[in-house]
């Protein structure tokens, strides 16, 4: 009992003491005086099995606990109790006496005449120490000050559990079944902190808090099987015992080496005991059979037969979107869902790749694997109760799939769905044994130059908003990619020799801040990337017959972020138009161009099409990152540029030592290996931006990493200089 209810019991009881006569006629452990127009004291605080006298000392009154004689409506009182009027006197007239069981709040009034409507109203409260007090019982130190809760690291279970399982902050009882602050007895196994954090991490979804478990839609029954009717102290749990919970399932009682457990969780701390009842600690959370899984990620996670479909959602990016959590009660982050999963075995994934003429490994690595995966995942929960005949899904590789409903089963493009209905909080699951995607659609993702791989990126995780990317080979689109469903995805896709390859950034989104790509080839060298501003990046020939020198850089520019408008520059290699560059939207756009010994190019601004053009601007970098045009001058029209040779001193030794030095991983999440004759044992290392500008520098290098970790992801020159010979790698830090 806390220190302020002892008080209240006090006071009461000092009072009640006035009337001895009273107390000799009626022997109760509590008087309560009538008076005209009141009760003395018209609030009392008792505990369960004490009494209490109603004793007249003056005037016409009676005791009525049943219904407001003001309203007519009911007290609502645990016990309905009354007395009939009578009068007075002043050695008190004992009107009855009261034995008070049940906790809870019981209201009175005086039924006689207009003594109510002018207040003569009392209060009884019967306050047991219930395990709802239990739950948010607190210590307090000498100078009263809050020290933590009786019960060890286990708040987020007990707000749980009141909330749900007791009338303690509003009055009325959370569950009809179960009331921890009521007057029936029960034993509760109180998950600790740790178990719920597991829980929570289990999720994958940041966004989800503690505050946010509460609204999942069966966490009342998954605490009801945590409640067991009756009260079970640590030494009355026996092996093999089985435990009636007020869910209606049994928790099963295991001893292993001296310790009890139940189900799969330890007692790991026991007997904390109320009036009510008694609380064991546990280190797992529990729940009853027949409830769903956590998402439907963690259904197909947890099959065995469907570790193919695991990996290729996680390769394609969609893991963490088949994680959110959207049907929780009030969830104000409105994450996307719920899903609908078809999921193919692994035995359908193994004929679909024998069927397109390669492997699973290899079909991971599919430029299609994104429309594979996004071909199975309808974003809406389906049961099969909701399907009729001819029902037509969405899926998100933007198809529709047509439902089937006959004699026979429920059919998704034809495709039988063979296991109905796995329940998720965020969606369902069906499985199917053949995959929704055509093996024919798979194209080989080898050319005459091999495989590029175009790696997509979002530094915030969440996916490109909107955001289209282009790939363009030899004039025809063959694929418009939409970035990553969380932080990165990639795309294969062959190249033949001599095929001038179009990246066409859109951004639409307003996440276009944190989206960046790069194109690798086979060999994982760079071919290009979205550099330190994202934009475009064409004119990026395959596999080109005549030696060249690298890539030169075309950086276009709008002070404004509008682009060009219709505006554009030719580029003309040995007179002859190459390729002309459009610049639609944005701040910046970056072209690349290799160049081959010889060449010779111009750059022709086609202007008078756009508003301001006083505003755009270009500059151009040659293949060693050296500016070499600088046409991106404010408030100046920009100017065509002619006759600029970027290779003319290709043969010499700057070329041969150039073919010596590698370095990788290239691009690079921040540590850079660089690999060089050891007659570059103490160069000058610079690492250079896109301006040319030096951000770092290593003045004596002996063979180690680079640790780049702390620079901004990007292009960057990498520079060595030895004994007058400069070599020059362009970087890409992700």
């Known amino acids: 009992m806390s220190y302020f209810k002892l008080i209240l019991i006090s006071l009461t009881t000092l009072l009640g003491g006035h009337t001895l006569m009273a107390q000799a006629l009626c022997e109760a452990d509590h008087n309560i005086l009538l008076t005209d127009f009141s009760f003395t004291p018209d609030s009392l605080v008792i505990l369960p099995g004490e009494t209490v006298a109603f004793i007249n000392v003056q005037g016409t009154h009676s005791v009525n606990g049943v219904n407001s004689t003001v309203t007519g409506q009911s007290f609502n009182n645990p016990v309905e109790f009354s007395f009939p009027d ?11 006496v009261v034995t008070f069981d049940v906790p809870g709040t019981y209201t009175y009034d005086c039924g006689v005449g207009f003594h109510a409507e002018l207040g003569m109203v009392g209060k009884i409260i019967v306050d047991a120490f219930t395990i709802a007090d239990l739950l948010v019982e607190a210590t307090y130190d000498e100078n009263d000050e809050f020290t933590g809760y009786v019960l060890p690291a ?62 999942f839609i069966d966490l009342p029954a998954a605490l009801r099987y945590s409640v067991v009717d009756g009260v079970y102290m640590a030494e009355d749990l026996q092996d093999g015992q089985l435990l009636p919970t ?30 009510n009842g008694v609380i064991h600690i546990i280190d797992k959370t529990l729940a009853p059979s027949g409830l769903p899984a956590m998402s439907v990620w963690d259904v197909i996670e947890d099959s065995e037969n469907h570790q193919f479909l695991e990996d290729a959602i996680t390769v394609a990016g969609f893991k963490t979107l088949l994680r959110k959590q959207s049907e929780i009660v009030g969830n104000s982050q409105s994450p996307a869902g719920p ?4 999921a193919p075995t692994d035995a359908a994934f193994q004929a679909f790749a024998q069927a397109a003429g390669t492997s699973t490994i290899d079909l991971l690595y599919a430029s299609t694997l994104n429309d594979i995966v996004g071909s199975h995942i309808v974003e809406s929960r389906n049961l099969i109760a909701d399907i009729s005949n001819g029902t037509q899904l969405p899926n998100y590789a933007n198809e529709i799939l047509q439902m089937t409903v006959n004699s026979e089963g429920v059919f998704v493009n034809g495709i039988e769905i063979t296991v109905t209905d796995v329940l998720a909080y965020n969606g369902v699951v069906h499985v199917i044994d053949a995959v929704l995607f055509e093996a024919a659609d798979i194209p080989s993702p080898v050319g005459t130059c091999g495989t590029w791989t175009l790696n997509m990126y979002d530094d915030d995780g969440d996916g490109w908003d909107n955001t289209d990317l282009y790939i363009e080979v030899d004039g025809e689109v063959i694929s418009v990619e939409n970035g990553p469903v969380s932080s990165s995805a990639s795309f294969e896709f062959a190249v033949d020799e001599g095929d001038l390859v179009n990246l066409y950034y859109l951004p639409m989104g307003s996440g276009w801040n944190s989206e960046y790509y790069s194109v690798v080839d086979g060999n994982n060298q760079l071919i290009t990337a979205s550099g330190q501003q994202e934009g475009n990046s064409i004119g990026l020939l395959a596999c080109p017959t005549t030696p060249t020198c690298g890539t030169i850089e075309i950086v276009m520019s709008h002070e404004y972020g509008e682009g060009w408008g219709n505006n554009r520059l030719d580029v003309y290699k040995n007179d002859v138009l190459y390729l002309p560059i459009p610049f639609y939207f944005d701040y910046q756009q970056t072209t690349f161009i290799q160049a081959d010994n010889g060449d010779v190019f111009d750059f022709e601004y086609i202007g008078g099409q756009s508003f301001e053009p006083e505003y755009a601007g270009y500059k151009i970098f040659g293949p060693d990152g050296v500016l070499v045009i600088n046409q991106d001058i404010n408030g100046q029209i920009p100017e065509s540029a002619t006759n600029i040779e970027f290779c003319e001193d290709q043969s010499g030794i700057g070329s041969l030592l150039a073919s010596q030095v590698t370095v990788y991983p290239n691009p690079t999440n921040g540590i850079l290996e660089i690999i060089a004759p050891t007659t570059f044992n103490g160069a000058k290392i610079q690492l250079l931006d896109i301006e040319g500008k030096t951000v770092e520098s290593w003045p004596n290098w002996t063979g180690s990493k680079l640790n780049l970790v702390s620079f901004d992801k990007g292009l960057y020159i990498l520079e060595l200089q030895k004994e007058g010979n400069v070599v020059r790698k362009r970087v890409v830090l992700n």
């Open 86 to 96: 009578s009068e007075g006197t002043t050695q008190g007239t004992c009107m009855g």
């Open 154 to 215: 286990s708040f987020q279970s007990s707000y749980s559990m009141n909330s749900y399982l007791s009338s303690y902050f509003t009055g009325e009882s959370g569950d009809s079944v179960v009331d921890l602050n009521g007057p029936d007895s029960y034993t509760v196994f109180l998950p600790n902190d740790e178990a719920v954090d597991e829980i929570r991490a289990e999720f994958g979804d940041p966004e989800v808090s503690q505050f946010d478990l509460l609204g």
């Open 246 to 275: 007020t869910f209606g399932q049994n928790l099963t009682v295991s001893e292993v080496n001296g310790t009890f457990m139940v189900d799969d969780a330890t007692i790991i701390a026991t007997n904390y005991t109320a009036d």
């Open 339 to 342: 899903f609908t999963v078809f």
